[in-house]
Structures are given as C-alpha cells and as structure tokens.
C-alpha cells in the first residue's frame, strides 16, 4: 500500500507544473497587499478570482485525466480535495476561536461561534451573505470572513466532479460547449444581479462562471495548436496589475468586471508553460514557495490582521503592517510544513496516515470546533469574563432591540390602516424616511417634547439601495432583462419601493420629508431627489451619514476609561469624506443639508458615553439613551428651525 501512494507521489512531482504555484504566489500577494492596504494594491480581491480559475483548471484536469484513463472514483477525489483544505482549515478555527476568547467582547465572541460552525461545514459564505457586506466596516470584528472563499470552492468541489463525470460521459471532449455555455449563462446572470446587494459577492452561482472559465481553458491548452510567445505573458501579467491598482472596494463584484482577471489568468495559464525570455521570472523561486504556502498564508494573514487591529486604537502603519506580513509568512511556512504536507500525502515517511486515521483526525478537529463554537454561543461569548457593571450595560442594549422592534411593528400595522398624520393641523407633518439610521432619527425626535410641540412626525423604511448611479453593467444588465430575457417581473420588483402606496400617501401629506440612511458613493441623490419631488411637495432634508465607530460596547468592555477620546481615534474617517461628497450633492440640487457628525464629535472627542450611559449599541446606531441625549442636541444645533425655515 506505502509502495503504491510513493508510486503516486512520483507520479504527481512528474505532473508537476511550477508555474501553476507561481500564480497562485501572485494571487495571494494581491490578496494580502490589498487586506494590508499595500503598495495601493486597492483592487488586489481580484487574487480570489485567479485562484477559482486555476482550481477550475486543475480540478477539471484531475477529473478528466482519471475519467480517460478509467480510473475516477468520487471518493477518492473528495479524500484528496479534503486532506487539501480541511485540516488547515480546522486548526485555523481552532485557534482562531482561542484566541478570540482572550481579545473579543462577549458579542463578537458569540459570533464568531457562530461563524467558526459555518466555516468548518463550508457555508461560511452563506453566513456572512445575510450579514454585513465583504467591504463593510464590520469586517474589523470577523477574523473568519475569509472563509467564504473557502465554502465557494468546498461547494464547487461537490458539484463539479458530477458535472464532468455526467456530461463527459454523454458528449466526450465537447462537453467543452458545455462548459462554455455554462461560462455564458452564469456571466450573464452575475451581471443582471450581482449589483442588487453585496451580499451577491458571497454568491457561489455568480461565481460558477469563473471556475469555469479554468475548466474551459484546460481544453484549450490541451487542444490548441497554436504557438504562444511572451508577448502574451505580459499581456496577462498587465492586465492582472492594471486591474489590481484601479479596481476597488466600490466597483460590483463579481458582474462583468470580474472576467477581466479571470481572461487574463486564462492566458497566463495556457502560454506561462512555453516562456523563453520570461521563464526566469515565471519560475522564480521565491514567487513558487510563496505558491506553495500560499493556503497557509491565506488562511492565517486575515485573522491576525483582525485581531492586531481589534486591539489598537491607531491606524495600522506601515512598519506594523510589513512586521505583521513577516509574521503571517513565519506562521504559514509552520502551518504548511505540519500540518498540510502531513494530512495532503496519503502517506510518507515521517507521517503514515491512512484513509480511515484521516478520517478519525477530521470528525476530532470538527467535534472540537463546534464543541468551543456551542460553548461560545449558547454562554453568550462567556460574560463571566468581565464585570457585572459592564454585562449589565450590555444587556440594556440588548433589552431595546425589543422594544424597538415593537414600536416598528406598531407603526407598520398603524400605516396599513391609514392612521397617520392626524394630530393637531397646526403641527407641521413631517416624514422620515430610510433604514435604521432614519429611526434612530425618529426615535430622538419623538422623545423630545420640544419637537412633538411643533411637528407630527411619522416614519416609513424604505431601501434606497434601490437609488442607485447606473453604470456600465446595470445599463448591460438592464438591457438584457428587458429586451432578450423580456423580464419585466425583475423591474417590478424594484419599483415596488418607489410605487408603495403608503409611502406615497405619506409623502403627499408631507411638509417635510427628511431623508437618513447608510449612504454610499454610488447613492443616486438626483433620482431620489426626483421622486420626492414628483410625489410630494414638500420640503426636502438630506441627513448625512452617520459617524462609524469601532464596536462603542466592545471599546466599552476593554476600556472604559477615556471612552470618548478612544471612540475619535478609532473612527472611520472615509465618512467624513463621504459626507463632504453628500453635502455638495445637496448644495447642487437645492435641497437641505444636516451633518449628524456633529452632534457626537468634536476636534479631540465623540461623545458616545454620557453618565455611565452607552450612547450607541453598535458601530452606527444610537442607543435609546443616545437617541434622548442626541435629540436634545439635534434641538440645540438648530435642527427644528432647519424643519421650520
């Protein structure tokens, strides 16, 4: 049996091609320079699309190989893809969620509970879909987000060997039209609605067409006769450092833009085996041990990254993030030599491990990670571990959701029966629309009586995600919808929050509409300004974005004393610079302007703490004693005679 996997061994080291680790070396830098924000690496995500072409290259070699020579057998595809990930995989949770036990608040702890079960099972992706966006600030608090690639290629990894096996059984070597239509069709739904929300970017069907993209370009190599010369190479290099610095956080993932690097990983992956003047730099050996260690470094860079940053208060420097970077490659060289080698070779020398002691390792490592996972969780992130005064503060906010929640409740069921706006007629009436930073907004407004004194205030949730600047791939994507696949369902899903009819009773009853929500860049202020206008001839206000902090209970749990300075120093200044864009907006279309930031932050300080009372529950939501304590401040900065003028 020893003699028979050293066979295969020697087999593998002859299949060997050097240039595939020297790509995915290229990939995981990209990656890792744009986490680390390096060297202006702000599109350096792409790295994830390189590595879902090679995989769908080599798997689709592996599976082919095997179905001509015979000799393909599920289980055992899926032993060597499970001895690749799993167990690395498992000793970064395990770790990562000991080490959360030291550094989280009990309500990080408890997510990332939550978060290590769905990445071990491989549904990482589907878990942080229903939470914040890859982008979002909230990144800072999850050191398994990175996972959700992980779950994406576990999935295909299911799927894909059945497809092959299926298809290459009925249509032999033009099962590659297939494949090429399956490349068509996912692209084109990617681009019809990979712009709806960011949790698409978690989307394994969007993300298909890239792996198959790999897959199609085995066959291309392995059929083409053509000769490539090193011009090509470079070509694919370019396109690959072009789309890394002017690609960013903002640009729609994965839509069409994502088959830029996917074209050019094609490329680099057909010609990179037949260099002559670039071979050198294509086998350089440093860029293919980074190749090699590439999963370990993928694996271990985001959660240190996450942890250091969850503990300073200062931007990460320059020297802290090439000491963290030199750390994160020390790790993965220890993480790659002892624990992926040992499980990835069916059995060597130093390490025997049969199919079976394999397995027994695996059910160990999973039993673990959900027993710490459970233990997490169903404790509430074990709130024993800090004091009495400081759970308690942490369980009043809690006790709001609650009541927040019924009060929604309430005005949803008193809108449906058309009870609104009927206070005294001298009252101006005034409407509030957006997310829940619109109802922290009513919520200070209705708990102070100097505002009830002059405005009827109601407030309606409406998603102004669907406002948006329509670029190239929603003018694409809205052309396909309407005129081939002839969806006009797909359009009247969007219009439903622009044609609700309580919210254009409201808004024609309406004095004063005042507009709050999370906004974006691409937020498209002259289409909502339009249908406000067109609906209502009211008076129009425009909130700014609100201050966006690090977690105001966790910086209350780990440091209390300071709170106020600590918050300013730790505060996401790219609001400021998007409130500046919002406030020029509104100067363009004529309409009012407030900045929240004020109410909170001064030069030196934001006041987020106010006799011992948490004046925010999260990173960007007031809490009941702050929306009481902001809305006397709204009164004293003006805001009634803003309404009033």
Request: aromatic share 18%.
């Amino acid at each position: 049996m020893i003699i028979a996997d050293n066979l295969k061994e020697k087999i593998i080291l002859q299949n060997y091609k050097p240039e595939i680790d020297s790509l995915r070396g290229i990939a995981v830098s990209l990656i890792i320079f744009f986490h680390f924000e390096l060297f202006n690496i702000s599109g350096g995500i792409i790295g994830v699309d390189v590595f879902f072409v090679i995989s769908g290259y080599l798997i689709t070699h592996v599976l082919i190989s095997d179905l001509q020579k015979k000799k393909f057998r599920f289980s055992e595809f899926y032993f060597r893809r499970a001895r690749r990930i799993l167990p690395a995989l498992y000793v970064l949770i395990i770790i990562t969620l000991i080490s959360g036990y030291f550094f989280f608040s009990p309500i990080h702890l408890s997510r990332l509970g939550q978060s290590s079960v769905s990445s071990a099972w491989g549904t990482s992706n589907f878990f942080f879909w229903y939470e914040y966006g890859y982008f979002e600030f909230q990144k800072l608090y999850k050191p398994l987000l990175h996972t959700w690639s992980l779950s994406v290629l576990l999935q295909f990894y299911i799927i894909w060997p059945i497809f092959i096996f299926v298809f290459y059984k009925i249509f032999k070597e033009n099962i590659k039209i297939i494949i090429l239509l399956v490349i068509l069709f996912c692209l084109i739904f990617s681009m019809i609605y990979s712009e709806r929300t960011t949790g698409f970017f978690y989307f394994p069907g969007f993300r298909l067409y890239e792996f198959a993209i790999g897959s199609f370009t085995y066959f291309i190599k392995k059929n083409t006769k053509l000769k490539f010369n090193d011009a090509y190479f470079i070509v694919g290099i370019l396109i690959l450092i072009l789309a890394s610095i002017f690609f960013d956080k903002n640009d729609i993932f994965p839509g069409y833009k994502a088959l830029i690097p996917c074209l050019s990983t094609s490329l680099l992956l057909v010609v990179s085996g037949n260099l002559n003047y670039f071979k050198d730099l294509i086998l350089n050996k440093l860029l293919i041990y980074i190749g090699k260690i590439s999963y370990s470094l993928y694996l271990i860079h985001w959660p240190l990254l996450i942890f250091y940053n969850y503990l300073i208060f200062h931007p990460i420097s320059f020297y802290e993030k090439i000491i963290l970077l030199i750390i994160s490659t020390l790790l993965s060289i220890f993480l790659y030599n002892f624990v992926e080698l040992p499980f990835k070779k069916k059995a060597n020398e130093k390490f025997l491990l049969s199919d079976g002691k394999f397995t027994i390792y695996l059910i160990s490592f999973m039993s673990v990670i959900i027993l710490i996972s459970f233990l997490f969780v169903f404790n509430k992130g074990l709130e024993n571990r800090i004091s009495d005064e400081k759970i308690s503060t942490i369980h009043k906010l809690n006790d709001e959701i609650k009541v927040r929640e019924n009060m929604e409740e309430s005005i949803v069921n008193r809108h449906n029966n058309d009870n609104y706006f009927e206070k005294d007629k001298s009252l101006i009436k005034t409407l509030i629309l957006g997310n829940s930073h619109a109802f922290d907004l009513y919520f200070a407004l209705i708990n102070n009586e100097k505002f009830l004194s002059s405005l009827d205030i109601e407030f309606k949730a409406v998603d102004f995600e669907y406002f948006k600047k329509k670029n190239f791939n929603a003018t694409i994507a809205e052309y396909i919808k309407k005129n081939i696949f002839k969806n006009y369902q797909i359009e009247l899903a969007f219009n439903n929050v622009k044609k609700n009819p309580v919210t254009l009773k409201l808004l024609s009853s309406a004095d004063v509409i005042i507009l709050n929500s999370r906004w974006g860049y691409k937020t498209d202020f002259q289409s909502i300004v339009n249908y406000i206008k067109n609906n209502s001839s009211g008076k129009i206000i425009i909130i700014s974005r609100i201050p966006l902090f690090k977690d105001i209970p966790y910086l209350h749990v780990q440091y209390d004393n300071n709170l106020n300075y600590i918050a300013n120093a730790t505060r996401d200044k790219e609001v400021d610079l998007l409130n500046q864009k919002i406030k020029k907006d509104t100067e363009i279309l004529n309409v009012e302007y407030f900045d929240r930031t004020k109410l909170a932050c001064e030069p030196s300080k934001c006041i987020v703490k106010d006799n011992n009372n948490l004046l925010y529950s999260d990173t960007d939501h007031w809490s009941n004693e702050g929306a009481i304590f902001y809305g006397k401040r709204l009164y004293d900065y003006g805001f009634l005679d803003l309404i009033k003028k």
